[in-house]
C-alpha cells in the first residue's frame, strides 16, 4: 500500500473508522450518529486517506476498538501510532495517557505533573482535545478535575465520555447510568 488509507467498520455504537498508513495509524473516529459524518470527520485529520481493505496489522485494532466499546477489556499499547506531524509535547501526553488502566482516570494537571511540567496543565488540556486516536490514546480517561466528566475529549463529547468511562467501570462509585441499564437493550445502528 502506498500513502494512507481508511476503513470504516461496524461497533456497538456505530460505525467507527480507523486511517493508516506504513508507519502506523493515524487516526480513529468514533461514530457519529450518521456514517456519512463519520466518513467526514476522519477525511478532515487525513484528506490523503483513500478507502481500502485493513492490512493485516491494522486488524487487531480494529478488532480492539470494537471490543472496547462493547465493553471488553482491551490492550492497545501494542499498536503503533503514526506520530508524524504531532507536536513533541502531545506525543509526551499521549504516552503518558496510555499508560492510564482501564477503570482509572486522570487530571490534566496529574499529567502535566508526570511529565514534569506542572505550569502546562492548560497545555495537556489542548493535547487531549486534539487527539486523533481515540481509545488507542484514551483521553476520555483524562479529566479536567478529579470526577468531572464534563468537557469534551478528542471527536467525542460529554456523553461518549461518560459512556467510555461508565463501561470501563470509571464511574462504579457513582452508581450505575441510564447507560449502563439502557446499553444491553440499545437496538444495533443499521449500516448506512
Not at 461514530?31 to 487487531?60: N, V
Request: hydrophobic letters at 45%; one cysteine or more; proline letters at 6%.
Amino acid at each position: 500500500m502506498a500513502g494512507a488509507a481508511y476503513t470504516i467498520f461496524d461497533t456497538m455504537m456505530g460505525r467507527c473508522g480507523i486511517a493508516w498508513d506504513v508507519e502506523g495509524v493515524l487516526a480513529v473516529q468514533l461514530a457519529e450518529s450518521r456514517e456519512i459524518d463519520t466518513r467526514r470527520r476522519l477525511l478532515r485529520l487525513c484528506p490523503d486517506a483513500r478507502e481500502g481493505r485493513p492490512a493485516a496489522w491494522i486488524q487487531p485494532a480494529i478488532d480492539g476498538i470494537a471490543a472496547a466499546l462493547s465493553g471488553e477489556p482491551w490492550d492497545f499499547s501494542d499498536v503503533v501510532l503514526d506520530l508524524g506531524g504531532i507536536p513533541a509535547f502531545d506525543c509526551r501526553v499521549y504516552q503518558a495517557v496510555r499508560a492510564i488502566p482501564r477503570g482509572e482516570t486522570a487530571t490534566f494537571a496529574d499529567i502535566a505533573k508526570q511529565l514534569r511540567a506542572s505550569g502546562a496543565v492548560h497545555a495537556v488540556g489542548q493535547a487531549i482535545r486534539r487527539n486523533p486516536f481515540a481509545l488507542i490514546v484514551p483521553c476520555h480517561r483524562v479529566l479536567a478535575a478529579a470526577g468531572d466528566t464534563s468537557g469534551t475529549c478528542a471527536n467525542g463529547g460529554v456523553i461518549t465520555r461518560r459512556r467510555l468511562l461508565s463501561l470501563e467501570g470509571a464511574l462504579a462509585s457513582s452508581g450505575p447510568t441510564l447507560f449502563d441499564v439502557l446499553l444491553p437493550f440499545a437496538p444495533r445502528q443499521a449500516d448506512r
